[in-house]
């Protein structure tokens, strides 16, 4: 393919995508087949000779679309949103023509000082802590784009170890394994955190212990204090807490305001999961569950749940960038420049080495959108969610189990005199003839990780602007 037909067909794809999302609302949200379906749609190895375009494109409809789980349909449900827009796409489409690899401020210097601008801008909007910014005269923290909030907590969680472990050796002024230093770490997090943390203690071989919550499925910072005295009694060194801020099954709040200040006095490293919620903050009405904030050694967001910025786009800051460096660096011959004492070279804030230019569409849809329509947009999906909250309490037949926050409702089908096992199996039925009907997709969400309880279903509300 030639520029001039590059040129063309860009233009018939640029059609397509906004017809499909022009009338993405008329498409069935969840897929017909089997696993294995397009392996009797596909040739069993690859073409020798090129192929004409049309063929390829034509193969859209034929091979792909029936396959597609259609997240930016307004019946879509499940998990979280993930919206997308026009100006988050014309970022990517300029980013990958580019197609820099931006490991260092030499191997791209825009890449790097947009990332850096455009997550000062964040920071500022969210009114996030000012030692979180790069630019700010007492200030060792600073932002970056990673791909998934996931990763974020492992950076953070290996952060926090390499720390603890140099600290320890520090104190105890002998040669010590870290490996025998790791075996005795244990980190926290409440019973609603997500999967990701319990990944993270999995990689780095580091003891995970998931605490009670409150009847608002919230972590008080007197269960942390609690645990930690635990710990320290059987010979353990707690050293990091993941504190959430709108849990993925019900969107709960930990108490930020009394698990900080235990983390400042045990000396624990406090990583803040705002995931979902981040985004809401635009808002200075929706700030409160912040309190505490101030406490934070590292702070995560995807801009890619209800931004309107489309997927991989997750917001971190960290407190102090040089414990991250101490973590990450290595440091060949052949990566090195003339300014790496001077510039951010964002590879030794992260685990791979390579890095898009995410920043493009990050700044496209700030510019585009505006403070003012994001907080708009924001709201308008909350008022969407108290909409739906009131119907569900209008009608018997179902129940709201947990309060509402931001824009995910949780509710339950009101089943009388029956156990709790038949109870979420009545309930779990529910879902799976929902989902057997192909035109909406809900998930189900479970009270707590630590007992059987009550199962109910979440809908998050996607609504597209």
Not at 58 to 64: C, G, L, R, S, T
Not at 291 to 315: R, Y
Request: hydrophobic content about 40%; proline content about 4%.
């Amino acid at each position: 393919m030639q520029a001039e037909e590059y040129n063309r067909r860009g233009k018939e794809m640029v059609d397509y995508i906004t017809k499909y999302l022009g009338s993405i609302r008329e498409r069935r949200v969840i897929p017909d087949v089997k696993p294995g379906y397009m392996r009797q749609l596909l040739p069993e190895a690859a073409p020798t000779e090129p192929e004409d375009w049309e063929n390829i494109f034509n193969d859209i409809e034929k091979v792909i679309m029936p396959g597609v789980v259609h997240w930016q349909s307004p019946h879509m449900h499940a998990y979280y949103p993930s919206l997308t827009s026009w100006p988050s796409m014309l970022g990517d489409m300029l980013a990958d023509a580019i197609n820099c690899v931006g490991f260092t401020w030499a191997s791209s210097p825009a890449c790097t000082e947009l990332e850096m601008n455009v997550m000062d801008w964040l920071c500022k909007a969210l009114e996030l802590p000012s030692f979180f910014l790069h630019y700010h005269p007492d200030s060792r923290g600073g932002g970056i784009l990673q791909s998934t909030v996931s990763e974020s907590t492992l950076v953070a969680l290996l952060a926090a170890r390499k720390d603890k472990i140099l600290q320890l050796r520090a104190e105890l002024d002998q040669d010590v394994d870290d490996s025998v230093i790791n075996s005795r770490l244990v980190a926290y997090a409440s019973d609603q955190a997500h999967s990701s943390v319990e990944k993270a203690g999995l990689i780095s071989l580091v003891k995970i212990r998931f605490l009670p919550t409150d009847d608002e499925l919230s972590l008080r910072g007197d269960t942390l204090k609690q645990a930690i005295q635990e710990d320290r009694a059987r010979g353990l060194v707690p050293f990091l807490l993941c504190s959430t801020l709108g849990t993925t099954g019900a969107c709960a709040f930990d108490k930020l305001s009394e698990l900080g200040p235990v983390c400042e006095e045990e000396g624990l490293w406090l990583h803040v999961d705002a995931a979902y919620a981040g985004s809401a903050y635009f808002c200075p009405e929706l700030r409160w569950s912040m309190k505490g904030i101030e406490f934070a050694h590292s702070f995560v967001f995807n801009p890619s749940k209800w931004m309107m910025v489309h997927f991989d786009c997750t917001a971190f800051w960290v407190k102090d960038k040089y414990k991250l460096q101490q973590t990450f660096s290595v440091d060949p011959v052949y990566l090195r420049h003339e300014n790496s004492l001077a510039a951010t070279d964002f590879m030794h804030w992260q685990i791979p080495l390579s890095r898009r230019f995410r920043a493009l569409k990050l700044w496209f849809v700030l510019r585009s959108f505006g403070l003012k329509n994001l907080q708009a947009h924001i709201r308008h999906g909350i008022e969407m969610a108290k909409l739906l909250e009131s119907h569900i309490r209008s009608n018997t037949d179902f129940e709201v189990p947990a309060k509402r926050h931001l824009g995910l409702v949780v509710f339950c089908l009101k089943v009388c005199n029956l156990s709790l096992y038949l109870n979420c199996a009545v309930n779990y039925k529910y879902v799976d003839l929902i989902v057997f009907t192909r035109k909406s997709l809900l998930t189900c969400a479970k009270k707590s990780r630590l007992r059987l309880v009550q199962w109910w279903f979440v809908i998050y509300l996607n609504v597209v602007s």
